[in-house]
Structure formats: C-alpha cells, structure tokens
T-cell receptor, first 114, second 119 residues
Framework: AQKVTQAQTEISVVEKEDVTLDCVYE???????LFWYKQPPSGELVFLIR??????QNEISGRYSWNFQKSTSSFNFTITASQVVDSAVYFC???????????FGKGTTLSVSS | EAQVTQNPRYLITVTGKKLTVTCSQN?????MSWYRQDPGLGLRQIYY???????DKGDVPEGYKVSRKEKRNFPLILESPSPNQTSLYFC??????????????????FGNGTRLTVT
C-alpha cells in the first residue's frame, strides 16, 4: 500500500528561525514521484516542488530546500529564516501507482510569529 | 490567465437538496479531478476524468456524481447531500494523465476551493 505520513500536526516558530517539515512515504514502486504543496490561509493549493525517485539531488529554491533520502523514505522540507508569510498548511504527496491521483499526507500547519 | 475556476466558493445547503459545484479550466487540459479536504485527513480523491466522457472513481466516491461532457468542464454533483459531505472541495486539472504529466513536466493545477456546509 502507498502512504504518506506527516507526523507533525502543528509547528510554531518565531520569525527567522529555520524549520523542517517531515514527510515519510511508503511505496513498493521503484519509480515514484513526490510533491509538496502549500495551502496559505486564503485556502488555495500552491504547488512547490515535484521530485522523482531516480533524482536524489537535494533541491534549493531561495529559502526553501528539500532533502530526499530513499534510504529512510523521507522527503523533508526546510524553510530557512522563516517569515510570517510562510504560515500555512503544508502537504506532502505521493503519486499513486496508477498515476491517477495524488496521495496526500494529513498536512502540517506551520505558524510563524513575528 | 491559465486557471481552474470553481463555483461557488462557499455554499450552505440542507440535507437532501441536490447541488452542483462547477469546475472549469481554460488550459485545454485532458485530466481533471475532484478532491475533498477534511481536518486531520488531508486531501482525498473523489473522482477523476482522463478525457471527455471518461470518468472513474477515486478513493471516496460515495454520494457523488460527475460528468465530463466537454473538455473544459467537470462538475461535481451531490444528488442528496448529507452532513458528512461538509468539506472543502478542490478541482484539479493537468495537461495529461498525472503519470504522464510528470514526464511532461506539468503539475496538477488546483482551483481555489469550494467550502460546502450541509446542515
């Protein structure tokens, strides 16, 4: 079975702190695809990143970085020097085996205070 | 502007009163899908459509219907809504079947959501 676990339900940090959001996935596929989406308080879903299983390079985009580790089945997301605008619910997701849907984790609510 | 448009954004209704949530995309996407989001459960797929007249069930299809008579529209129909269908609903589209979309470098585009309350 395929599954995505985001064990952290809520995280609170103060502005400028670094924060890591954990994502652990389960799949028997050798080729698979992982995603992160952001849901700000306004409610829309914003695509952040897609990573395939055969590309283990870590990704950095400004203050955002992603650490993909196949050995531990994790795809963690780090925000460096967090800002209030980073406050949102963050979802990690796995493309299902049939390629027809994303399997989402339950999400992590990040609150950044000033 | 490329977008997925859902209407309405907010809807309050009563048990048993049929309703339709519309979804339209202007990107000529083949693939469209509906998800519902519930606290503590994340997002779960209700139905998806690979192309016109081709639809299939997702993980939680009970109580819902969809149709895909034209490429741009994918309405979600609740024939007899119940309180357990109170949720935040998202429509999504992609230029191709998601598995292929990955290869084609096309992520899922989500609409802004419809918050439905059934009393």
């Amino acid at each position: 079975a395929q599954k995505v676990t985001q064990a952290q339900t809520e995280i609170s940090v103060v502005e400028k702190e670094d924060v890591t959001l954990d994502c652990v996935y389960e799949t028997r596929d050798t080729t698979y695809y992982l995603f992160w989406y952001k849901q700000p308080p306004s409610g829309e879903l914003v695509f952040l990143i897609r990573r395939n299983s055969f590309d283990e390079q870590n990704e950095i985009s400004g203050r955002y970085s992603w650490n993909f580790q196949k050995s531990t089945s994790s795809f963690n997301f780090t925000i460096t020097a967090s800002q209030v605008v980073d406050s949102a619910v963050y979802f990690c997701a796995l493309l299902n085996q049939a390629g027809t849907a994303l399997i989402f984790g339950k999400g992590t609510t990040l609150s950044v205070s000033s | 502007e490329a977008q997925v448009t859902q209407n309405p954004r907010y809807l309050i209704t009563v048990t048993g009163k049929k309703l339709t949530v519309t979804c339209s995309q202007n990107m000529n996407h083949e693939y469209m899908s509906w998800y519902r989001q519930d606290p503590g459960l994340g997002l779960r797929q209700i139905y998806y459509s690979m192309n016109v007249e081709v639809t299939d069930k997702g993980d939680v299809p009970e109580g819902y219907k969809v149709s895909r008579k034209e490429k741009r529209n994918f309405p979600l129909i609740l024939e007899s809504p119940s309180p357990n269908q109170t949720s935040l609903y998202f429509c999504a589209s992609s230029s191709t079947f998601p598995g292929q979309a990955i290869i084609a470098n096309s992520p899922l585009h989500f609409g802004n959501g419809t918050r439905l309350t059934v009393t």
